[in-house]
């Protein structure tokens, strides 16, 4: 089922999170004991993210330093047909730009389509490492919104070849990213707001956002939206701080800033127990702020540690 239809369907915010597919060589199981302890929150879909290559130094035979790519983290699509097949609910896998060529794009939707798929995030990604900005595959996408053009035109029974037609229409329900905090790259919240329209207008059907952890920077973010025509459902992201690391790591990897009530509590914390306490009691009180503000549904960040959504799904949608 498409996930506008999930939001339209329901009459109170809804519960949902993103998964990250294993380090390679780890078991799907693992995967799965991370989803099992938040299935009581019924959530109407999970989303899998899509991790492209890295390069690393291998050493070879004869202390040869080669630099090679290779994907962490593979396995989007087979983990969300897992995931249908095993809870029988929505899974929506990230696609991207990055790695990809346009016909490549084309065929990894026609996977998607065969299994049953019915919704994507189509995003850009980020540069890899050693790239300094972000380059496209030759004959792939540039911006997210050539993507979302390339999938909407499908939905539309267009393929990229004039010669073939496709013959199912309205395939996918497509997600695309908002960045209540402006997304790094940006001259200016208003140029990214005319950019992420411009996504929308290409088809977009609904929007996820990037995590904030100040509830007032997505009212205004909705607000601006609003206000420049972007009518479709925003869905709020959130991540609970669980770790001391996660004090640098999460500003520093996604550009959003704590509020000072917050970062006041969190300065004071010496220990991981700590600052998981405060983590999750801020995300309780973001949420329960969002429901009374009947936000369509909370997705929340796991990366892969579901105790602490477990402990804010309990208080919010637990009742
Ligand atoms: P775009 O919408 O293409 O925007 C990128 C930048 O270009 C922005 O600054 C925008 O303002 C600007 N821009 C857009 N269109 C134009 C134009 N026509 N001309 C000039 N500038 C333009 N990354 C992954 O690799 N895998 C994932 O699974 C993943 N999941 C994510 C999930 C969510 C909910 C979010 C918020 C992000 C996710 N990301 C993921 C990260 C994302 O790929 C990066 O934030 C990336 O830098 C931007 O992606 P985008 O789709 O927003 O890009």
Not at 30 to 59: A, Q, S
Not at 165 to 187: D, N, R, V, W
Not at 286 to 300: G, T
Request: glycine share 6%; aromatic share 10%; proline share 5%.
């Amino acid at each position: 089922m498409k996930i506008t239809e999930h939001l339209q369907n329901s009459k109170k915010t809804l519960f949902s999170f993103e998964i990250l597919p294993p380090l390679k060589g780890k078991r799907i199981d693992d995967i799965f004991e991370g989803i099992d302890p938040l299935m009581e929150f019924n959530p109407p879909f999970i989303n899998v993210t899509y991790h492209r290559e890295e390069y690393v130094y291998k050493k070879f035979p004869n202390d040869l330093l080669k630099k090679i790519s290779i994907r962490k983290r593979p396995g989007t699509v087979g983990i969300c047909a897992a995931i249908m097949n095993k809870y029988d609910i929505d899974a929506v896998p990230h696609l991207i730009c990055g790695g990809f060529s346009v016909e490549e794009t084309e065929n990894a939707l026609i996977d998607l389509q065969f299994l049953g798929i019915d919704n994507v995030l189509a995003l850009r990604g980020d540069a890899i490492n050693g790239e300094s900005t972000f380059k496209p595959e030759e004959n792939g996408h540039r911006y997210a919104v050539d993507l979302i053009t390339q999938i909407s035109d499908m939905n539309k029974g267009k393929l990229l070849h004039e010669e073939s037609q496709h013959s199912a229409k309205s395939l996918f329900c497509i997600g695309t990213a908002g960045y209540p905090e402006k997304h790094y790259e940006s001259m200016s919240m208003k140029t990214d707001l005319t950019y992420l329209k411009h996504k929308v207008d290409a088809g977009a059907d609904y929007i996820t956002t990037q995590m904030f952890f100040d509830n007032k920077k997505y009212f205004d973010f909705v607000d601006r939206c609003r206000a420049i025509g972007i009518n479709v459902p925003i869905i709020p992201g959130l991540k609970p701080i669980t770790k001391l690391r996660h004090i640098a790591f999460l500003p520093k990897t996604f550009y959003v800033d704590f509020p000072d009530e917050l970062a006041d509590a969190l300065v004071k914390c010496k220990t991981d127990a700590e600052v998981n306490k405060v983590g999750i009691k801020w995300a309780i009180k973001q949420s329960q702020e969002l429901v009374d503000a009947n936000a369509p549904c909370i997705h929340f960040y796991t990366m892969g540690k579901s105790e602490s959504v477990k402990a804010i799904a309990t208080e919010v949608f637990g009742k």
